[in-house]
């Protein structure tokens, strides 16, 4: 049997660990809820991009723009994984819906490129012999604009030079507090579609930013466009494409939160279990060692008699 | 005065959201001023300042560089 000292010693560790998954457990719900926040901020943007977008597709001849029309050459994922662990399953179910993607769509691994969001997604795409051409790490909580031009200004580039033909991004949505999903969505070429989708999502399916009532907009059909719709596209299209990036890392960062919120809720209550138990077996060795010396001191007093 | 919606917005956050009487942007093809129940109007913006008069306290210039402007229904978005 273990010595009562040795007992004690790991009950208080116990205690100590739980006592600060605890602490990360509350640090990441603060900051679950300032990326929701921030999510919720930018939905009017998204939304007012798209209504002049869907008007512009009816108009003009939308589909003449660079980033609408389908061209060849390689795909590009944009993967966004958290720079550190403790998160569960996070990051390998985001690199697991990557690799399910390339895997489906036959992809040879040289027409792959990926941009890397995030150390985690970027070591293990890194070691298995993918071409990663952009690595960036350390996306602080708030996601400034300077985060998302790294990304789109890189797309914008190779797209332009004919390098890329498509590009996807690949994060956890956030569904609610305990639920995200890992998915991959297109971003170039741009669809309607794509964006509209883009803007239901931006709210969480539950929860206290669920979506309340609907947001449709209804703005007139007929616009006057200066200079001319293709000027107003080529302004217009980026722009979408840094929201839809934008948008994504806050999802992630949301994802990520409330993930490690959830995986430090586990580790403290795992960490009280074992204290418990521990706690018993302290309990049972200390009576063990009481009966012991009561009997020996019995036994030595009939010995005497 | 009659007054309209302006909402100035960049991917990240809200630079002004508020009414406003007269708006002057400064449009690729020239400066202009949107009042309020201007007809639909899509246009872009280059470098340049906005100034918003009548929403409330005076007038105020907010600095861009530029972006899309959109006007409908007696409201004005401003996409930077």
Redo the contacts between chains.
């Keep these: 049997m273990a010595s009562l000292k040795n007992i004690k010693l790991k009950i208080v560790s116990y205690k100590k660990t739980g006592t600060v998954t605890h602490a990360m457990e509350a640090v990441s719900a603060v900051k679950m809820r300032k990326s929701q926040e921030r999510a919720l901020a930018g939905r009017a943007y998204a939304a007012a991009a798209l209504s002049v977008l869907r008007r512009l597709a009816g108009t003009a001849d939308a589909e003449r723009h660079a980033l609408v029309r389908e061209q060849l050459g390689k795909t590009c994922f944009v993967v966004i994984t958290s720079d550190k662990g403790l998160a569960g399953s996070l990051n390998s179910a985001v690199i697991r819906r990557v690799e399910d993607e390339i895997r489906s769509r036959a992809l040879p691994k040289n027409d792959v490129v990926i941009i890397a969001v995030g150390r985690r997604g970027g070591d293990y795409f890194t070691s298995r012999g993918y071409e990663v051409r952009v690595k960036h790490e350390n996306v602080g909580d708030g996601v400034s604009e300077s985060d998302i031009r790294m990304v789109t200004d890189k797309i914008l580039e190779w797209h332009a030079a004919g390098e890329i033909g498509a590009c996807s991004i690949a994060y956890q949505n956030f569904l609610s507090t305990f639920e995200q999903e890992a998915g991959v969505r297109q971003i170039v070429p741009i669809t309607q579609e794509m964006i509209t989708e883009m803007v239901k999502h931006i709210r969480p399916v539950k929860g206290k930013y669920a979506p309340a009532a609907s947001e449709e907009d209804k703005g007139p059909d007929v616009y006057t466009i200066e200079p001319d719709a293709d000027e107003v596209l080529a302004v217009l299209l980026p722009k979408l494409l840094n929201t839809a990036v934008f948008h994504a890392f806050l999802e992630a960062k949301a994802s990520e939160h409330s993930a490690r919120m959830v995986a430090m809720k586990n580790a403290t209550d795992k960490a009280k279990e074992m204290a418990g138990d521990l706690t018993r077996t302290f309990n049972k060795v200390r009576q063990a060692s009481i009966t012991r010396e009561v009997s020996e001191i019995t036994s030595g007093i009939e010995a005497m008699k | 005065m009659a007054t309209f919606h302006l909402?100035i917005?960049?991917?990240?956050?809200?630079r002004f959201d508020g009414p406003a009487a007269s708006v002057t942007f400064p449009?690729?093809?020239g400066e202009l001023t949107v009042l309020a129940h201007h007809?639909?109007?899509?246009?872009?913006l280059k470098a340049g300042t906005i100034t918003i008069r009548g929403g409330g306290d005076g007038a105020k210039d907010i600095p861009i560089e530029?972006?899309?402007l959109?006007v409908?229904?007696n409201r004005a978005?401003v996409?930077l």
């Design positions: 909402v917005a960049s991917v990240g956050e809200k449009g690729t093809d007809e639909p109007f899509v246009t872009t530029g972006g899309v959109e409908s229904g978005v996409l």
